[in-house]
């Protein structure tokens, strides 16, 4: 891993759970964002780690994510994420542009649950002008993180670019870390791989913001069954690449981390083989 001690800083990030740097390449003059893991009195945090692994799983179901690169810099470990805003590009954070519509605000504090939660939340995104143009990656974006487990997909963790007038694009995925348990260290990890009834339960109580709660979850469970009922079209390519996953590639991919330890290995290979199945369960498809 190489040591970028020496960049230039150039700002903190903004408002985060994640401390960040944001940093400009010596000799490209590129952009670049480093996150480092969160430090919790109980317990550990891989999430820097999870960042990589997430957008290789990403590449592999034929996604935009970022480029992430594990570094160190003044001797701490944290994920390097190259800058995808392309230079000159107006742009806006999902969050901020739903809070515009009325009643959203009332909306992230009711006390809806399930698919009317689910419901009202996509009725707020088809208010955006946009959505037809948006619809597909942002559905594609859900089922991406139901299958990395992801945590922590507020609406201020997705971005739409304003290319034009005309067009508007959904952004790279990013801010991928907080998922594939990265919270667990390798004795709570094993206690998982060797447990069916302890990892089954984690996957029942498995929940999403789906990018549009801040503070509220659906389960996993819930957000598929909706998506797959009143999204069937957009689904179906996305659907399609996660029963295709090429695991080959991935475990692959996996052993050649040194970073990682033995029992992370074991189970990333394990948790997406079984998320990847619970999902095409969920759908009825299942295997």
Request: proline content about 1%; cysteine-free; aromatic content about 12%.
């Amino acid at each position: 891993m190489k040591d970028i001690s020496s960049w230039e800083r150039i700002g903190f990030g903004g408002k985060s759970t994640l401390e960040k740097e944001e940093l400009i390449h010596p000799i490209t003059k590129e952009l670049y964002l480093i996150k480092y893991p969160r430090q919790f009195k109980v317990g550990v945090s891989w999430e820097d780690i999870t960042e990589l692994i997430a957008a290789d799983i990403g590449r592999l179901l034929g996604l935009k994510v970022m480029d992430v690169e594990i570094v160190f810099r003044n001797e701490r470990r944290g994920s390097l994420l190259k800058n995808f805003i392309p230079k000159g590009v107006m742009n806006e954070e999902g969050g901020s542009l739903l809070s515009m519509f009325d009643g959203y605000e009332g909306f992230i504090e009711s006390s809806l649950t399930v698919e009317e939660l689910i419901e009202q939340g996509f009725q707020y995104m088809k208010q955006l002008h946009f959505w037809e143009q948006i619809k597909q990656d942002f559905i594609e974006m859900n089922y991406f993180d139901i299958l990395i487990g992801n945590q922590d997909r507020h609406p201020y963790n997705w971005i739409i670019l304003f290319e034009s007038i005309e067009k508007q694009s959904f952004s790279t995925i990013y801010d991928n870390g907080a998922s594939l348990g990265f919270r667990f260290d390798d004795q709570q990890l094993l206690a998982h791989i060797t447990d069916r009834n302890k990892l089954e339960k984690y996957m029942r109580k498995s929940t999403v913001k789906g990018g549009l709660f801040e503070k509220k979850k659906v389960k996993s469970i819930d957000m598929i069954q909706y998506l797959s009922k009143y999204y069937k079209n957009e689904s179906k390519s996305i659907v399609e690449r996660i029963k295709q996953f090429d695991f080959e590639i991935f475990n692959k991919m996996i052993d050649e981390y040194e970073i990682l330890s033995d029992i992370q290995k074991q189970w990333l290979k394990l948790i997406i083989s079984f998320r990847r199945k619970s999902i095409l369960q969920w759908l009825g498809e299942g295997e």
